[in-house]
């Protein structure tokens, strides 16, 4: 893949995130999972804007989520290319990207009953 200037270019920068901000609107677009997702840390941190509980865990936690769903979605795309149709390995492959999505998503769970779970008691109680 060739450079297209100084690393320190405003301009090559601008031009990677708008190819970022492409990968995030078309899975966006097309993952089901990955607007449930978004919608679910738009909750968590409005509750932690709300309860005045910390916000670091749960924006760090949400951007795990995000980034693995991104990641899911990319691998996915590259193994139909590679591997149109049935194989092992893909499903390995596909499964265990999945499974990375998983596991933050139980992460992120635990860090929000842990962070949101004293302050909405407090809240409600």
Not at 31 to 43: C, D, P, T
Not at 62 to 90: I, K, Q, R, W, Y
Request: a positive charge; glycine letters at 8%.
């Amino acid at each position: 893949m060739r450079s297209d200037g100084p690393a320190l270019s405003l301009r090559r920068w601008v031009r990677s995130a708008g190819f970022a901000w492409s990968g995030i609107a078309h899975a966006y677009r097309t993952q089901a999972n990955f607007r449930i997702e978004v919608w679910l840390g738009v909750l968590a941190v409005t509750l932690a804007l709300l309860l005045h509980a910390p916000l670091a865990p749960i924006l760090l936690s949400c951007a795990l989520v995000l980034s693995l769903e991104l990641v899911n979605t990319a691998l996915e795309a590259v193994v139909d290319l590679a591997s149109p149709g049935f194989h092992p390995l893909a499903k390995a492959a596909k499964d265990g990207a999945a499974g990375a999505v998983l596991v933050a998503s139980l992460g992120a769970l635990l860090v929000g009953l842990a962070v949101l779970g004293p302050p909405l008691l407090r809240f409600l109680g």
